[in-house]
């Protein structure tokens, strides 16, 4: 029995290096993606800039950004601006321009990718970043600024901030969580196996603490000796893709996880040495290892494990469903084709600037009814699902904004059955009803043409705004071309029987104040859509709105993405599943070998005066059991539905059948060995 002992205390011990390896490679793994991730927004995390929010009135773009260039200069250093680059990518590309030929700032820290042009620099706006590096003090820097007519607010830069929204925007928090969880559980139970020779050593004079002391220090020098190298790697890599201007919080990313594992094996520590007494010497020295404290511990990371086991299986349930609906409804999004909508920065604009976007807003609008451009803009989603019957609101009732092309492009059918066309750009506006809201068509038109600038144009330009009604049938579907509503649940991009309002920039006056206005609004809700990017590109650069367009959005590859990142959760889930799945294999093994380990003594006397198996196990059987299924108790009283409380059951039937199982297997080669012990085989 004695040589099972050691054989068991050296699996375990192989067991603990092996797991602390892990941890640091894992660790390394998580610092590569976290360096590279985090390199692309920032070329520098002990620069803070200068984050440039408004400007002064009549504030010229060309003037400042020679003035900004003279300055750099005349003080010898190096101005690097970091904009956005409008891509028909769902996210824009951010870019960096370095300004004066001064070398305090090596363009080594970015990518050669990431280098704008001059005329991308030259054309881009005002509103983003400016890092300053060299000699120069923040009170000139402000100086300057202030002289240009440009009001900035400077980022505190926070280190923890950025490095959480990594962890759980990434899932990455779970994994290292769960990988930590691990690697205490195994440190404890390492720990407990040698709690025979911690004694042996305390008799020999050793303190419980210089005892597990060295196994402390042991365990990191096998842990750095495994980081060390591996962080030597990450360095590499992030040179090859340069990215070194992140390497201060890279570094601090790294510290923390050694801090992390110094803690958990702190907690471990301290947890020996609670275990490791008096009371364990005189056990030892009697041959009974009782460790009523692990034992107990061991059971709360099983209980730990086993709830965490149902939450995850509840998240994959839903996810399940998402990515089913997903599946059978996106087919419409992937036959579209490719379209264009264009999408505004998120600045303020100044009064000038507003007039000439609503201004280009306008002439997009009325260049696209003349290229096949449509107009869709549908504001509803987050309401729909409680208010679908409301067609009062034109912005968030279910009304649907569209132009003739729109007609021309999707089926709606008239209360007679023919399908409806209406000519591009025509005078009158359309209201289609369908036919259950004919008796309230009247009131609802009265209400459009007041909450649309209809009655606005009329009265402040003197221009009489005519609009026809028209019945179409119940229960049309019709497409919005709108990727807002995936997150809201819509993933075919239809919604049922709305009231569509056909417009053009004629049947709403023309060029005037008001109309723009409402075109520029439609366009910053997704509501202008064009097939030729190039082309939507051009016009934009044409009306000298280019700048203040922060991309355009593929709408078919941005709904096929949301899918994407349904699968990543999905996938994301199965491998947390997964690996709580192991972590519960091992936790009941652990726990019945605990169990076994600290009653060998008394299983043995009971085993010889003739006592079955099952009687011997009883108590112990009935406590695991129990707990087991007191949680699925527990999680059936917080997820209602019968479908949820039926897979509880099941998974906690399935638990209490394998728990069962393992400690039976576990029982009878316990058994075996003590008679072979008692037989002196052993």
């Not at 300055?71 to 004066?100: C, D, G, M, Q, W």
């Not at 202008?528 to 009306?543: D, F, G, I, P, T």
Request: aromatic letters at 12%; proline letters at 2%; charged letters at 15%.
């Amino acid at each position: 029995m004695v040589v099972f002992i050691k054989k068991g205390f050296l699996v375990l011990q192989k067991v603990r290096r092996l797991s602390i390896i892990l941890t640091a490679i894992s660790f390394c793994f998580l610092i590569v993606i976290f360096s590279l991730q985090t390199g692309r927004n920032y070329i520098s995390t002990l620069a803070r800039p200068y984050n440039i929010t408004s400007l002064d009135t009549g504030t010229s773009i060309n003037v400042v950004n020679h003035h900004l260039a003279k300055f750099a200069n005349e003080h010898k250093i190096n101005i690097v601006k970091a904009f956005n680059v409008p891509t028909t990518e769902n996210v824009p590309r951010t870019k960096f321009y370095v300004l004066s030929s001064t070398r305090k700032f090596s363009e080594s820290l970015i990518s050669k990718q990431s280098i704008a042009s001059k005329q991308e620099f030259e054309t881009s706006d005002l509103r983003y970043p400016l890092y300053f590096f060299g000699n120069i003090s923040s009170t000139a820097v402000a100086k300057e600024l202030h002289r240009l007519g440009l009001h900035y607010k400077r980022d505190s830069g926070n280190w923890n901030t950025i490095i959480y929204n990594f962890l759980s925007d990434n899932y990455f928090a779970v994994f290292l969580i769960l990988l930590l969880l691990i690697l205490l559980v195994v440190l404890i139970v390492a720990n407990f196996k040698r709690l025979r020779a911690s004694n042996i050593a305390y008799l020999e004079g050793v303190s419980k603490f210089q005892d597990t002391w060295k196994y402390f220090i042991h365990d990191q020098i096998v842990f750095l000796i495994t980081f060390i190298p591996g962080f030597l790697i990450v360095l590499i890599t992030m040179i090859s893709y340069r990215v070194m201007g992140v390497m201060p919080l890279t570094v601090y990313f790294a510290v923390l996880l050694i801090f992390a594992e110094i803690l958990v094996s702190v907690f471990a520590f301290l947890f020996h040495m609670a275990s490791h007494s008096i009371n364990s010497l005189q056990n030892s020295i009697k041959g009974d290892g009782k460790s009523t404290l692990i034992l107990v511990t061991s059971i709360c990371f099983k209980v730990v494990t086993e709830l965490s086991i149902i939450v995850t299986l509840m998240l994959l349930l839903g996810q399940f469903a998402i990515n089913s609906r997903m599946e059978k409804q996106l087919s419409n999004w992937q036959h579209l084709g490719n379209y264009y909508t264009p999408y505004f920065s998120p600045y303020a604009l100044l009064d000038n600037e507003q007039d000439q976007e609503d201004k280009a807003a306008y002439q997009l609008v009325n260049w696209s009814e003349k290229h096949k451009g449509i107009i869709a803009s549908y504001g509803a989603y987050e309401s729909t699902g409680k208010t679908s019957n409301d067609y009062d609101d034109v912005d968030f009732g279910n009304v649907l904004i569209v132009n003739a092309e729109y007609l021309k492009k999707n089926k709606i059918l008239t209360a007679s059955g023919h399908r409806l066309s209406i000519a591009a750009q025509s005078e009158n506006s359309y209201f289609l009803f369908p036919e259950k809201l004919k008796s309230q068509s009247d009131r609802l038109s009265k209400n459009y043409f007041d909450q649309l600038p209809m009655a606005q144009i009329s009265k402040l330009y003197g221009r009489e705004l005519n609009y026809k009604k028209i019945m179409i049938k119940n229960g049309q579907r019709a497409f919005t071309y709108n990727t807002e509503g995936i997150d809201f649940g819509f993933y075919d991009g239809y919604v049922k029987e709305p009231v569509i309002l056909v417009l053009s920039t004629v049947s709403l006056g023309g060029d005037n104040e008001d109309a723009d206005h409402y075109w520029d609004s439609l366009i910053s809700k997704q509501g202008l859509v064009v097939s030729n990017y190039h082309a939507l590109a051009e016009q934009a650069q044409k009306r000298h709105i280019s700048r203040q367009i922060g991309g355009y959005l593929n709408i078919r590859s941005h709904a096929l993405q949301a899918y994407q990142q349904v699968r990543q959760h999905l996938i994301l889930l199965l491998s947390v599943l997964a690996i709580l799945i192991l972590m519960l294999f091992v936790n009941y093994i652990l726990v019945n070998q605990i169990y076994f380990a600290n009653y060998e003594r008394k299983i043995a006397i009971r085993r010889l005066s003739g006592r079955y198996l099952a009687r011997i196990h009883f108590l112990f059987t009935l406590v695991c059991l129990s707990v087991t299924v007191l949680e699925g108790m527990f999680a059936a009283s917080i997820y209602n539905g019968y479908n949820n409380r039926a897979l509880i059951s099941g998974v906690i039937a399935s638990m209490t059948i394998f728990q069962l199982l393992l400690l039976i297997i576990q029982a009878l080669r316990a058994d075996h060995r003590i008679s072979q012990a008692i037989k002196g085989e052993d």
